[in-house]
């Protein structure tokens, strides 16, 4: 049954953090609306809380007192800091945590400590920090407190999870820091930054941070977020009737690469803006408008988190589509570019992997097997869910309760959606 209809994805989880996490660094006092209500932000939040950080009313209309800075911990014990499931918790405090006072003892479950630390170790370190990690892991242990210096770092990997590290630790640092980015990856970070009173400069060089301190607005909104946004979205154009529209959606350039290929797919795309500052929102309404052509994808930074649900698309276009340079997907909550071929193939899609490049073809009538598997990934079990729907199975999705770490109303909306 095709989708049909009009949702509002939840809150931007990109965003959601950093609001959150810069307010230990910030001063002032800020309301936020709209915060993401999945369990990566809640730890966020929680770990806010540890270290002091106050907070009242409810959720969905959040008021935050920042720190400023100073954490209200014991001074003579390390803080345990368990991050959960979130990677973009543990890097960005890790950044945050170089300039407090204190010793901070970052952990996780399983999936997080299989993911590489080591790439963040090592500038925090050429900064003066003193970071140490379990075998390139976590646990990672940062002794806060130690003088910091800026660097000139390029940022290979295409993270703006390790760019906004690095942002946060420079805020603190006798010295700007240089950034390089061969491949622009998201820039919420440093446009907070600017926002709060800090000084983060675009320049031909790269982006220069300043160091300085921040000052909370009293408001704050935070848009819907486009990568939970575009598995509905998606899914419109791979059955004819389908037709999808998602409120209030963020739409930073820089987040919005899973359209453009929709678009070189062959689906119907159509943006309205309705805002522009800070950041630019609006509705994005994606339809079926006839057969899929396959196509080339390397704008992987601007859609890193879309993957999963481009490469089920891709599986209903005529001709092999190609993804490149997805290097970066074997450091997600799995390794999400095997996983990803693994379970193509399981559904009877030709796919394969060279390297780091993924290669599939269609059209392919999707015959699923007994299980599918998502490996407790989020974004691969919304894209098996949805094949199901699709193939109109009940097949089971093995790991499927990870949906809640970024999108708890993901099966309400589908129901909304495909009644």
């Given at each position: 049954?095709?989708?049909?209809?009009?949702?509002?994805?939840?809150?931007?989880?990109?965003?959601?953090?950093?609001?959150?996490?810069?307010?230990?660094?910030?001063?002032?006092?800020?309301?936020?609306?709209?915060?993401?209500?999945?369990?990566?932000?809640?730890?966020?939040?929680?770990?806010?809380?540890?270290?002091?950080?106050?907070?009242?009313?409810?959720?969905?209309?959040?008021?935050?007192?920042?720190?400023?800075?100073?954490?209200?911990?014991?001074?003579?014990?390390?803080?345990?800091?368990?991050?959960?499931?979130?990677?973009?918790?543990?890097?960005?405090?890790?950044?945050?945590?170089?300039?407090?006072?204190?010793?901070?003892?970052?952990?996780?479950?399983?999936?997080?400590?299989?993911?590489?630390?080591?790439?963040?170790?090592?500038?925090?370190?050429?900064?003066?920090?003193?970071?140490?990690?379990?075998?390139?892991?976590?646990?990672?242990?940062?002794?806060?407190?130690?003088?910091?210096?800026?660097?000139?770092?390029?940022?290979?990997?295409?993270?703006?999870?390790?760019?906004?590290?690095?942002?946060?630790?420079?805020?603190k640092a006798d010295s700007p820091s240089l950034i390089i980015e061969p491949v622009p990856t998201r820039d919420h970070t440093e446009k907070l930054v600017n926002a709060w009173g800090g000084r983060a400069v675009p320049t031909p060089a790269g982006l220069i941070i300043h160091p300085g301190r921040?000052?909370?607005?009293?408001?704050?909104?935070?848009?819907?977020?486009?990568?939970?946004?575009?598995?509905?979205?998606?899914?419109?154009?791979?059955?004819?009737?389908?037709?999808?529209?998602?409120?209030?959606?963020?739409?930073?350039?820089?987040?919005?690469?899973?359209?453009?290929?929709?678009?070189?797919?062959?689906?119907?795309?159509?943006?309205?803006?309705?805002?522009?500052?800070?950041?630019?929102?609006?509705?994005?309404?994606?339809?079926?408008?006839?057969?899929?052509?396959?196509?080339?994808?390397?704008?992987?930074?601007?859609?890193?988190?879309?993957?999963?649900?481009?490469?089920?698309?891709?599986?209903?276009?005529?001709?092999?589509?190609?993804?490149?340079?997805?290097?970066?997907?074997?450091?997600?909550?799995?390794?999400?570019?095997?996983?990803?071929?693994?379970?193509?193939?399981?559904?009877?899609?030709?796919?394969?992997?060279?390297?780091?490049?993924?290669?599939?073809?269609?059209?392919?009538?999707?015959?699923?097997?007994?299980?599918?598997?998502?490996?407790h990934d989020h974004r691969l079990a919304m894209t098996l869910l949805l094949a199901r729907h699709l193939a109109g199975r009940r097949t089971p999705v093995l790991g499927e309760e990870s949906i809640s770490i970024s999108y708890p109303g993901f099966m309400a909306d589908l129901a909304r959606l495909?009644?």
């Amino acid at each position: 049954m095709p989708l049909r209809g009009e949702f509002t994805p939840p809150g931007d989880k990109s965003i959601s953090h950093r609001l959150i996490l810069m307010s230990i660094a910030a001063e002032g006092e800020m309301t936020a609306t709209g915060l993401a209500d999945g369990d990566d932000v809640k730890t966020s939040l929680r770990l806010f809380r540890t270290l002091g950080g106050e907070t009242r009313g409810p959720e969905d209309r959040l008021t935050l007192t920042g720190l400023g800075g100073r954490v209200k911990t014991d001074p003579g014990r390390p803080v345990e800091l368990d991050c959960g499931n979130s990677g973009t918790t543990a890097r960005l405090l890790a950044g945050l945590a170089t300039g407090l006072p204190g010793v901070y003892v970052f952990d996780g479950d399983a999936q997080l400590r299989r993911r590489p630390m080591e790439r963040l170790a090592e500038p925090l370190a050429r900064m003066g920090a003193r970071v140490e990690t379990t075998d390139g892991r976590l646990p990672l242990r940062v002794t806060g407190g130690a003088p910091l210096h800026g660097l000139e770092y390029v940022n290979r990997a295409g993270s703006a999870q390790l760019k906004s590290a690095i942002i946060l630790a420079t805020l603190k640092a006798d010295s700007p820091s240089l950034i390089i980015e061969p491949v622009p990856t998201r820039d919420h970070t440093e446009k907070l930054v600017n926002a709060w009173g800090g000084r983060a400069v675009p320049t031909p060089a790269g982006l220069i941070i300043h160091p300085g301190r921040l000052t909370m607005p009293p408001e704050a909104t935070v848009p819907a977020d486009p990568s939970s946004g575009a598995f509905f979205l998606t899914a419109a154009a791979l059955q004819p009737g389908g037709r999808v529209t998602a409120r209030s959606l963020l739409l930073s350039p820089g987040r919005l690469g899973f359209l453009r290929v929709l678009e070189r797919l062959g689906a119907e795309v159509s943006l309205s803006l309705e805002k522009e500052e800070p950041e630019p929102v609006g509705r994005v309404t994606v339809a079926h408008q006839g057969p899929l052509k396959a196509t080339e994808v390397t704008e992987i930074p601007s859609l890193v988190d879309e993957v999963p649900i481009l490469a089920l698309a891709a599986a209903f276009a005529e001709g092999t589509t190609v993804f490149r340079n997805l290097g970066e997907l074997r450091f997600k909550e799995t390794d999400r570019l095997a996983a990803i071929h693994t379970q193509l193939g399981a559904m009877g899609v030709q796919a394969r992997v060279s390297g780091d490049d993924l290669f599939v073809t269609g059209p392919a009538a999707l015959t699923l097997p007994e299980v599918l598997d998502s490996g407790h990934d989020h974004r691969l079990a919304m894209t098996l869910l949805l094949a199901r729907h699709l193939a109109g199975r009940r097949t089971p999705v093995l790991g499927e309760e990870s949906i809640s770490i970024s999108y708890p109303g993901f099966m309400a909306d589908l129901a909304r959606l495909s009644a």
